[in-house]
């Protein structure tokens, strides 16, 4: 295989090329008799300045765009044509993430709570998931402020955060949440603004994070039930999610075998209620897409259809079971499959 080296154009060349161009260094550079070296670099120097020139010109461009405008989920929020359907991801792999992140949904949680996702798991299906156009949201094992941190300098466009009790542990919360002055949360993370769009810089990522990204509650304890009012009138609070089993368990009315009381249907209501009085939107968890249509009839503006585990292993049953004649494959009743 052979090279063949590029000449320097001829002057007659040159001006053809000044004649169809704004730039007067072109002129100077036929007016003279340049070494091919310096040639090479004059050129190598004008395509490295252009090159910096778009794209400082397309950064600018990007920059005005905010991200609330690549958070899927805020976007369903603001436009208000009815509720925000998502999934549950608990096995690791940015592959899970992606194949559960093309399927449809606004937003796939990351559940680093009860999920087989730790801190690295996490910082991989994050951008899978945000790659897909989907928004990532991750659920933290607990209300701690280095949770909150890891979880949004990974990306997240939102954070779930269960187990809350009282408005003060939603204060906590907002300030873990938020840069200064709203809170205290500390600013350095190279990563998250890309999850947003390639372009923004850190210093974008700083000025918009406050108003674009989610602080979702779960309402699942006695405690906060008690409180709902109080944590859903406080500035900083985005969502009230509900956890049904955790509630059921809390208040004494537990899930058996897919059963619930009528007191947890009226402590599901009530979260409801509290949202819509404070102009929050409510969310839930459900384990089927009937219970998920029942819900988003309701007026839920959040609903997790799915669990990659419950979803995986119902599949499977089913297909088994229709293989050996058996028929339906049972019902699974569990948050997470049996």
Not at 279 to 305: L, P, R, W
């Amino acid at each position: 295989m052979s090279i063949r080296m590029i000449r320097r154009p001829s002057p007659r060349t040159m001006q053809r090329i000044t004649a169809h161009t704004t730039l007067p260094l072109f002129s100077k550079l036929a007016s003279r008799s340049l070494p091919r070296q310096s040639f090479y670099t004059f050129f190598s120097g004008f395509s490295n300045r252009h090159s910096a020139l778009y794209h400082s010109g397309n950064r600018n461009r990007t920059a005005m765009a905010s991200m609330k405008a690549a958070n899927r989920l805020m976007v369903a929020f603001d436009e208000g044509k009815g509720p925000s359907m998502g999934c549950w991801q608990m096995i690791p792999g940015s592959n899970v993430s992606r194949t559960l992140a093309r399927t449809g949904v606004d937003w796939v949680v990351v559940d680093c709570e009860h999920g087989n996702m730790d801190d690295a798991a996490m910082h991989e299906a994050v951008p899978a998931i945000a790659a897909c156009g989907v928004s990532p949201i991750v659920r933290i094992p607990d209300n701690q402020s280095f949770m909150v941190k890891r979880a949004l300098d990974s990306g997240a466009h939102g954070v779930i955060v269960p187990l809350l009790y009282t408005v003060e542990d939603a204060e906590k919360l907002v300030l873990s949440a938020k840069f200064p002055p709203q809170g205290h949360r500390g600013f350095g993370s190279p990563f998250p603004q890309e999850r947003f769009h390639p372009d923004l810089g850190s210093t974008d990522y700083l000025q918009q994070a406050n108003e674009s990204l989610l602080t979702i509650v779960q309402i699942e304890t006695k405690a906060a039930l008690e409180n709902v009012d109080g944590i859903a009138a406080l500035p900083g609070i985005d969502v009230l999610f509900v956890g049904p089993f955790d509630l059921g368990n809390n208040i004494g009315r537990p899930i058996i075998n897919g059963v619930m009381h009528d007191d947890l249907h009226a402590a599901i209501a009530q979260v409801l209620s509290a949202a819509n009085k404070a102009g929050k939107k409510a969310g839930i968890f459900c384990t089927s897409g009937e219970q998920s249509n029942g819900y988003a009839k309701d007026g839920f503006h959040m609903i997790s259809v799915a669990t990659d585990t419950l979803i995986l292993q119902a599949s499977v049953m089913e297909a088994l079971s229709t293989a050996k004649g058996l028929g339906p494959a049972p019902k699974l009743m569990g948050p997470y499959g049996k």
